[in-house]
């Protein structure tokens, strides 16, 4: 059964992986939330990237799988915001996608990197990329702060049993994978303090997010409860999948704190 061949490997010349460091990148780019920004003009500025916001470079083999992908993850009903929990979610939707995906960028969403330097993948030690951020005068706020925007590989979040899904409220969830990482002897990389530079949308104090009183005793505890707590014992309900030419954007129900 002869069927014509599709296959680029047998039509065309076989890809060379990317390079390194890709072509084109601006440096620093002017961010300024002035003029409001439409869906459209992203789209239109971006014809590469296919429904979902899945995009993979035309020309070259990719030399890691980022989650070549953009995925929202929004929580459903009007319970106390657990962002880790959230985030854990992200990885395990984004895998079912594409079990290939071997790099993850973790990121809030009202926070735009400043500089395309900031190369989103993944490095041989867990990334924090959000070093440098307005409202902390483009500087870390302390040694270990590690939130924001962050990246691990497959096998380094896994090293970590993922993110503690246990901290519902505001703070503290960040600091604890802090732990996790140093923890299982790995060490937090980061980009040089002039090109991590991020902007914050600013935004109302969000409801359903006050400060976690258990935060500081959580964040003690993180060597005994990591082992329990993570991407293993991770339990959610998907409420919506849908598919906008731009990202995926994914409703879950993730309970309330006991
Ligand atoms: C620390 C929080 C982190 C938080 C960081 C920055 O104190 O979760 O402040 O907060 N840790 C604890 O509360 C234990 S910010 O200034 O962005 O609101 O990320």
């Known amino acids: 059964s002869a069927k014509p061949s599709t296959n680029r490997s047998v039509t065309e010349k076989p890809l060379q992986p990317c390079q390194e460091t890709p072509p084109g990148l601006v440096g620093r780019l002017l961010i300024e939330f002035s003029s409001p920004m439409s869906m459209e003009r992203v789209q239109r ?45 992200g990885f395990l939707e984004a895998l079912k996608d594409d079990e290939e995906y071997d790099c993850f960028i973790f990121s809030d969403v009202d926070l735009i990197p400043m500089d395309d330097r900031n190369l989103y993948r993944c490095y041989e030690q867990p990334r924090h990329f959000a070093v440098g951020m307005d409202k902390f005068g483009f500087r870390l706020p302390y040694a270990g ?9 497959k096998s380094q979040f896994l090293k970590i049993n993922g993110f503690p899904n246990e901290y519902w409220g505001w703070g503290g969830e960040d600091d604890d994978i802090f732990n996790r990482i140093s923890l299982n002897g790995m060490k937090v990389s980061r980009p040089d303090i002039r090109i991590g530079r991020y902007r914050m949308i600013k935004h109302e104090r969000d409801k359903h997010n006050e400060p976690n009183p258990q935060r500081f005793t959580k964040i ?39």
């Open 145 to 153: 702060y590690f939130g924001g925007v962050s990246g691990l590989s």
């Open 220 to 258: 003690q505890n993180t060597k005994m409860t990591m082992k329990r707590d993570g991407i293993s014992s991770l339990q959610y309900r998907l409420v919506e999948v849908s598919r906008a030419p731009m990202y995926t954007n994914i409703t879950v129900e993730i309970g309330r704190p006991p």
């Open 45 to 89: 500025e971006n014809p590469d990237v296919r429904q979902g916001g899945k995009y993979t470079p035309p020309d070259c083999l990719p030399r890691q799988k980022v989650a070549y992908g953009i995925y929202i993850i929004n929580q459903y009903g009007e319970d106390t915001f657990n962002r880790a929990k959230l985030l854990n979610v």
